[in-house]
C-alpha cells in the first residue's frame, strides 16, 4: 500500500486559498488519490478523487503532477467551517480497502 | 435513502461484556467497510464486504471482533470480551465500484462510540 505523508496542521484565515500537500512517493499504477474531510464526531466524507493532472469539483480542485508522487488538494476561500482534518489516501480502492494516515488538522481563523 | 446509518450512537459496557453494533449502508451499494478510530487518530481499517463476502481482514481484527454481513446487505460488528483498549469510534462505510473505474468514494456513517469501563 502506498504510504502518504502530509502536514500534521495548517492555519489559515477566512476568504484565503488553502493548499494541502500530500506526498506518496510509492504510488502505483492502479491507485488513485482520494481526499476526506472530517469534523469532530462525524465519519469522513468524501471530497474530490483523481488520477492524475486536474480535476476540480464545487468544493476544491485537486492538481497531480505527471509523476503523481504528489497531490495537492487547493480549497478556495475558506470559511470558518473548513475546519476539520482533511485526509489523503491513495490505493486501488476496487481492490482494497483504503488506509487513513493521521490527516492535516486545518484550522481556519476569522 | 439517508445515507449510511449506524446504531447505537453511543454505547458505555462494562469491560467483559459482549457489544454489537449495527450499520445499514446505502441500498444499491455493495460494498460494506468497517473502520475503528480513537482519538487524534485516523480511521483505522476492521474488514470489508463485497456483497456478503468478507473479503479483507485487518491484523487488528483479533479473535475477539467478528464481522457479518448475512443476505449483503445490513452488517454487524460484536465485540466479546470487551477490553478499554476497545474504547473507540467504529466507523461504518459503504460504496459501489464505478463502471470503469474504482471506487467513487466510500460514505461513511457517523459512526458508533464505544466506551468501556
Known amino acids: 500500500l502506498a504510504k502518504t505523508t502530509q502536514p500534521i496542521s495548517m492555519d489559515s484565515y477566512e476568504g484565503q486559498e488553502v493548499n494541502i500537500t500530500c506526498s506518496h512517493n510509492n504510488i502505483a499504477t492502479n491507485d488513485y488519490i482520494t481526499w476526506y474531510q472530517q469534523f469532530p464526531s462525524q465519519g469522513p466524507r468524501f471530497i474530490i478523487q483523481g488520477y492524475k493532472t486536474k480535476v476540480t469539483n464545487e468544493v476544491a480542485s485537486l492538481f497531480i503532477p505527471a509523476d503523481r508522487k504528489s497531490s495537492t488538494l487547493s480549497l478556495p476561500r475558506v470559511s470558518l467551517s473548513d475546519t476539520a482534518v482533511y485526509y489523503c489516501l491513495v490505493g486501488d480502492t476496487g481492490r482494497r480497502a483504503l488506509t487513513f494516515g493521521s490527516g492535516t488538522r486545518l484550522q481556519v481563523q476569522p | 435513502d439517508t445515507g449510511v446509518s449506524q446504531d447505537p450512537r453511543h454505547k458505555i459496557t462494562k469491560r467483559g461484556q459482549n457489544v454489537t453494533f449495527r450499520c445499514d449502508p446505502i441500498s444499491e451499494h455493495n460494498r460494506l467497510y468497517w473502520y475503528r478510530q480513537t482519538l487524534g487518530q485516523g480511521p483505522e481499517f476492521l474488514t470489508y464486504f463485497q456483497n456478503e463476502a468478507q473479503l479483507e481482514k485487518s491484523r487488528l481484527l483479533s479473535d475477539r471482533f467478528s464481522a457479518e454481513r448475512p443476505k449483503g446487505s445490513f452488517s454487524t460488528l460484536e465485540i466479546q470480551r470487551t477490553e478499554q483498549g476497545d474504547s473507540a469510534m467504529y466507523l461504518c462505510?459503504?460504496?459501489?465500484?464505478?463502471?470503469?473505474?474504482?471506487?467513487?468514494?466510500?460514505?461513511f456513517g457517523s459512526g458508533t462510540r464505544l466506551t468501556v469501563v
Open positions: 462505510a459503504s460504496s459501489s465500484p464505478g463502471t470503469g473505474k474504482p471506487n467513487y468514494g466510500y460514505t
